[in-house]
């Protein structure tokens, strides 16, 4: 099995001088490519503070991260920034789309960034925009989309730099529960079909119960995790 | 792309972008104004100076303007000829040969002061053929007079008239002569219009007993501002026996209140643009601050901070430029009309002006180089502004930003 994400002893702490907050505690992670997983815990667990280590956003104060096959610990920040462009793909809460620009736009933005052609990127948002079942969409402005849609515009838009993997922090929280089953149905899919790794932190039950597998954070450790089918009723 | 996103989110904030622009565009028109005013008035006053008599150069002997008599006459040689004509930069020169007399006409006398001069060449240096109000303009060899309009009122005489001149010619001989009043000429100075009268350089050479001198050369120089730089080379040709005097010598009051003027001018466009600097970068203050999470997506998703720079540059000067292009637009069309139809004033000023010999109005100047100067100052303010987001775009963290 081939390790996209490998997390080695990683602690990270806020305001070390004053009040330390360890809100990643020495946590060791492996992620295989296809994994569908869950990050679950409680509220300030460090599943947020964990995710944007994973996705090179954060820096860790201690361990290594290794993200298929490369250490981007210590990498300068240009050089992460053209890494998450190429290699990671981000799904956020909210805000994930620039509101000026549309549903197409949003998602070509990307691959423009990555200095795609013009035919490259028409092919590969039309596809995309069919998966997420937008097509009639295209030319639409964020704002004129529902919550569920605006999050598989960025789904799409996480996928349109063909990346290792997708982070996803709480994609479901600002979203009704037909909504959320929705968006899950596409990751899932795109997980099944495109061989897409996700890692995706949650609190909703009914999301977690989608995932294979749950990793649970407790106080930055991780206490548990688990391949679904074991604990699937 | 970075161009259109910042196009597009110009547009986001419809009324902030319009407000900001809106008062670009006004602070460009009162600055494009406000300078264009005070560089015409100024350029309407140098014109009428050295239009009305003095002309923005003359040769004198040495000593001559602070002891204006007879005696500081010269003899204009052929050396001085030659100088003049080959000296670059000289449009044209006229010889004038200028004293003090008395002039009467039936019971009444007035104090006047007589210029000798040669009338084809001064219509090149004062225009002075079109000063003419009524009756004809000398020639060379006429042996009439021309004189000034509040003059030949007091006079009670007009054209055809007769006038006597009574005054001192060179070393204390007499100097008397009967003239036939040819035309009255008309001065935009009030001063001018009582106290001057015009022969013939010959006539007034005969009548000073003052054969082949003259007092004071006038000269037009094909380029006013490279003015300094011509008298000093007439200076150092025509030698220490002359004095070569501008404008600025011949009236340093003048000088001084252009100075004065122009003091208050920089003041009134400083504060302007003060005041829409801190329009636009509260503007700016607002909008970075209202947009840090997005920054934070971009950042977070692969921009990198030197393009969100960029595209953030390209808003604010967007928004700068735009204000400030439509305001020259707008300000082109009304400084050409200030200009063909200026604004005249009255009171104290006016007399103010009157009494240095100005006609009392405000013409506009349409030179380019005030538009382009003061939308480049408000181009720089926009890009000094600039700083700020470009600044703070350096400085973003994506994951701050977006917890915000
Ligand atoms: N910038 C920061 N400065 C200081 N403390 C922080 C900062 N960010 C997070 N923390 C703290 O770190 C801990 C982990 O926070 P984190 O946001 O990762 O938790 P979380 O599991 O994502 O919580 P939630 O489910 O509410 O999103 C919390 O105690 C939080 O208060
Ligand atoms: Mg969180």
């Given at each position: 099995?081939?390790?996209?994400?490998?997390?080695?002893?990683?602690?990270?702490?806020?305001?070390?001088?004053?009040?330390?907050?360890?809100?990643?505690?020495?946590?060791?992670?492996?992620?295989?490519?296809?994994?569908?997983?869950a990050?679950?815990?409680?509220?300030?667990?460090?599943?947020?503070?964990?995710?944007?280590?994973?996705?090179?956003?954060?820096?860790?104060?201690?361990g290594?991260?290794?993200?298929?096959?490369?250490?981007?610990?210590?990498?300068?920040?240009?050089?992460?920034?053209d890494?998450?462009?190429?290699?990671?793909?981000?799904?956020?809460q909210?805000?994930?789309?620039?509101?000026?620009?549309?549903?197409k736009?949003?998602?070509?933005?990307?691959?423009?960034?990555?200095?795609?052609?013009?035919?490259?990127?028409?092919?590969?948002?039309?596809?995309?925009?069919?998966?997420?079942?937008?097509?009639?969409?295209?030319?639409?402005?964020?704002?004129?989309?529902?919550?569920?849609?605006?999050?598989?515009?960025?789904?799409?838009?996480?996928?349109?730099?063909?990346?290792?993997?997708?982070?996803?922090?709480?994609?479901?929280?600002?979203?009704?529960s037909?909504?959320?089953?929705?968006?899950?149905?596409?990751?899932?899919?795109?997980?099944?079909?495109?061989?897409?790794?996700f890692?995706?932190?949650?609190?909703?039950?009914?999301?977690?119960?989608?995932?294979?597998?749950?990793?649970?954070?407790?106080?930055?450790?991780?206490?548990?995790?688990?391949?679904?089918?074991q604990?699937?009723? | 792309?970075?161009?259109?996103?910042?196009?597009?989110?110009?547009?986001?904030?419809?009324?902030?972008?319009?407000?900001?622009?809106?008062?670009?565009?006004?602070?460009?028109?009162?600055?494009?104004?406000?300078?264009?005013?005070?560089?015409?008035?100024?350029?309407?006053?140098?014109?009428?100076?050295?239009?009305?008599?003095?002309?923005y150069?003359?040769?004198?002997?040495?000593?001559?303007w602070?002891?204006?008599?007879?005696?500081?006459?010269?003899?204009?040689?052929?050396?001085l000829?030659?100088?003049?004509?080959?000296?670059?930069?000289?449009?044209?020169?006229?010889?004038?040969?200028?004293?003090?007399?008395?002039?009467?006409?039936?019971?009444?006398?007035?104090?006047?002061?007589?210029?000798?001069?040669?009338?084809?060449?001064?219509?090149?240096?004062?225009?002075?053929?079109?000063?003419?109000?009524?009756?004809?303009?000398?020639?060379?060899?006429?042996?009439?007079?021309?004189?000034?309009?509040?003059?030949?009122?007091?006079?009670?005489?007009?054209?055809?008239?007769?006038?006597?001149?009574?005054?001192?010619?060179?070393?204390g001989?007499?100097?008397?002569?009967?003239f036939?009043?040819?035309?009255?000429?008309?001065?935009?100075?009030?001063?001018?219009?009582?106290?001057?009268?015009?022969?013939?350089?010959?006539?007034?050479?005969?009548?000073?007993?003052?054969?082949?001198?003259?007092?004071?050369?006038?000269?037009?120089?094909?380029?006013?501002?490279?003015?300094?730089?011509?008298?000093?080379?007439?200076?150092?040709?025509a030698?220490?026996?002359?004095?070569?005097?501008?404008?600025?010598?011949?009236?340093?009051?003048?000088?001084?209140?252009?100075?004065?003027?122009?003091?208050?001018?920089?003041?009134?466009?400083?504060?302007?643009?003060?005041?829409?600097?801190?329009?636009?970068?509260?503007?700016?203050?607002?909008?970075?601050?209202?947009?840090?999470?997005?920054?934070?997506?971009?950042?977070?998703?692969?921009?990198?901070?030197?393009?969100?720079?960029?595209?953030?540059?390209?808003?604010?000067?967007?928004?700068?430029?735009?204000?400030?292009?439509?305001g020259?637009?707008?300000?082109?069309?009304?400084?050409?009309?200030?200009?063909?139809?200026?604004?005249?004033?009255?009171?104290?000023?006016?007399?103010?002006?009157?009494?240095?010999?100005?006609?009392?109005?405000?013409?506009a100047?349409?030179?380019?180089?005030?538009?382009?100067?003061?939308?480049?100052?408000?181009?720089?303010?926009?890009?000094?502004?600039?700083?700020?987001?470009?600044?703070?775009a350096?400085?973003?963290?994506?994951?701050?930003?977006?917890?915000?």
């Amino acid at each position: 099995m081939e390790i996209v994400i490998d997390a080695h002893n990683v602690s990270k702490v806020y305001n070390p001088e004053t009040i330390p907050v360890h809100a990643v505690n020495n946590v060791h992670l492996h992620v295989e490519r296809g994994e569908f997983t869950a990050l679950v815990g409680p509220s300030g667990s460090g599943k947020t503070t964990l995710l944007n280590l994973l996705g090179g956003l954060d820096r860790p104060n201690e361990g290594k991260i290794v993200i298929n096959g490369t250490d981007i610990t210590d990498m300068k920040e240009n050089q992460l920034i053209d890494f998450r462009l190429n290699n990671i793909g981000f799904v956020f809460q909210s805000f994930n789309l620039i509101p000026v620009l549309t549903a197409k736009e949003n998602i070509e933005f990307i691959m423009l960034l990555q200095g795609a052609s013009k035919k490259q990127r028409d092919e590969r948002v039309q596809t995309l925009l069919k998966e997420i079942g937008l097509s009639d969409k295209t030319n639409t402005m964020p704002s004129q989309l529902s919550g569920g849609q605006q999050q598989r515009v960025a789904v799409a838009r996480a996928l349109a730099s063909k990346p290792q993997f997708i982070l996803a922090d709480e994609p479901t929280a600002n979203l009704d529960s037909k909504s959320a089953s929705d968006l899950l149905d596409i990751m899932a899919k795109l997980n099944k079909e495109e061989n897409m790794t996700f890692i995706f932190s949650t609190h909703d039950s009914r999301v977690i119960e989608r995932a294979r597998r749950v990793v649970t954070l407790v106080d930055g450790r991780i206490t548990s995790d688990t391949a679904t089918f074991q604990i699937s009723h | 792309m970075l161009l259109l996103l910042a196009w597009r989110n110009l547009w986001r904030n419809k009324s902030r972008s319009l407000i900001t622009m809106a008062s670009v565009f006004c602070a460009v028109v009162l600055a494009v104004l406000t300078a264009a005013l005070q560089q015409g008035v100024w350029d309407n006053l140098i014109k009428n100076v050295v239009g009305y008599y003095t002309g923005y150069l003359q040769i004198h002997h040495e000593g001559y303007w602070d002891d204006q008599t007879l005696e500081n006459a010269f003899e204009p040689t052929d050396s001085l000829q030659t100088l003049l004509q080959t000296t670059p930069g000289i449009n044209t020169s006229a010889a004038r040969l200028e004293s003090f007399v008395l002039a009467s006409s039936g019971e009444k006398t007035r104090g006047c002061i007589v210029v000798g001069v040669e009338p084809a060449r001064e219509e090149g240096i004062i225009h002075l053929r079109e000063k003419l109000a009524k009756g004809t303009y000398l020639t060379q060899t006429d042996d009439g007079a021309m004189v000034g309009e509040e003059l030949a009122k007091r006079l009670s005489i007009g054209v055809g008239d007769t006038i006597v001149l009574l005054g001192q010619g060179m070393y204390g001989s007499m100097a008397a002569g009967k003239f036939a009043i040819r035309g009255l000429l008309h001065f935009g100075s009030p001063e001018l219009n009582e106290n001057m009268l015009f022969l013939s350089l010959p006539n007034a050479q005969t009548l000073f007993d003052a054969a082949g001198l003259v007092t004071s050369i006038v000269i037009s120089p094909t380029d006013t501002r490279a003015l300094d730089q011509l008298a000093g080379t007439l200076n150092n040709r025509a030698g220490p026996t002359h004095e070569v005097m501008t404008w600025k010598e011949m009236m340093p009051e003048m000088v001084q209140s252009i100075a004065a003027d122009s003091a208050g001018m920089y003041i009134i466009l400083g504060v302007l643009y003060l005041v829409i600097s801190f329009g636009i970068f509260s503007t700016l203050l607002m909008m970075v601050a209202e947009r840090q999470r997005e920054f934070g997506m971009l950042v977070a998703v692969g921009l990198k901070k030197r393009k969100l720079a960029w595209m953030l540059t390209i808003e604010s000067l967007l928004v700068t430029l735009t204000g400030s292009v439509i305001g020259i637009l707008v300000s082109i069309p009304i400084a050409h009309y200030l200009a063909k139809n200026p604004i005249r004033f009255s009171g104290q000023t006016a007399e103010v002006y009157e009494r240095f010999g100005f006609e009392a109005i405000f013409p506009a100047s349409t030179e380019t180089s005030i538009f382009l100067t003061q939308g480049l100052i408000v181009l720089v303010i926009g890009l000094v502004l600039s700083a700020y987001p470009i600044f703070s775009a350096f400085k973003l963290e994506a994951v701050k930003a977006m917890r915000k």
